[in-house]
């Protein structure tokens, strides 16, 4: 079961990129932060998706008993604090239920949005 809902070779080798990166060793603090340096996701106003609360749950119920914790890491679920943060609650997507990982050669296992001007993409693919 661990190895359906846990991070696979890819989601392992990213993190590890992620980890030893320059901008991860040495964060800027955020008291040094000028937000005109970046460029940001606006999702208000927009529709949206993100990991679905019952696919949160199911992974949390189905492996606590072994995790403990590692599928709530926050009290809040991802779809709750996604869509808190809209305009509108309908502005979250909830797509298929993807129940398989995706990946390159299995597209059609994700979900992805994509907004009517091309501009913001965004995409469930379950994999990690």
């Known amino acids: 079961m661990s190895t359906l809902l846990k991070a696979d070779f890819h989601g392992l080798a990213a993190y590890s990129e992620m980890i030893s990166s320059k901008e991860f060793m040495s964060p800027i603090p955020w008291t040094e932060i000028d937000v005109e340096n970046f460029d940001g996701i606006?999702?208000?106003?927009?529709?949206?998706?993100?990991?679905?609360?019952?696919q949160e749950l199911t992974a949390w119920v189905l492996t606590c008993l072994w995790l403990k914790s590692y599928?709530?890491?926050?009290?809040?679920?991802?779809?709750?604090?996604?869509?808190?943060?809209?305009?509108?609650?309908?502005?979250f997507v909830s797509g298929p239920l993807a129940i398989l990982r995706g990946s390159l050669d299995h597209l059609h296992l994700g979900?992805?949005?994509?907004?009517?001007?091309?501009?913001y993409a965004c995409p469930r693919l379950l994999q990690t």
């Open 71 to 91: 599928y709530r890491t926050n009290s809040e679920t991802v779809q709750s604090g996604i869509t808190r943060s809209l305009a509108n609650p309908s502005d």
């Open 42 to 54: 606006v999702l208000y106003g927009r529709k949206t998706t993100a990991l679905l609360r019952s």
């Open 111 to 119: 979900f992805v949005l994509l907004n009517t001007e091309g501009e």
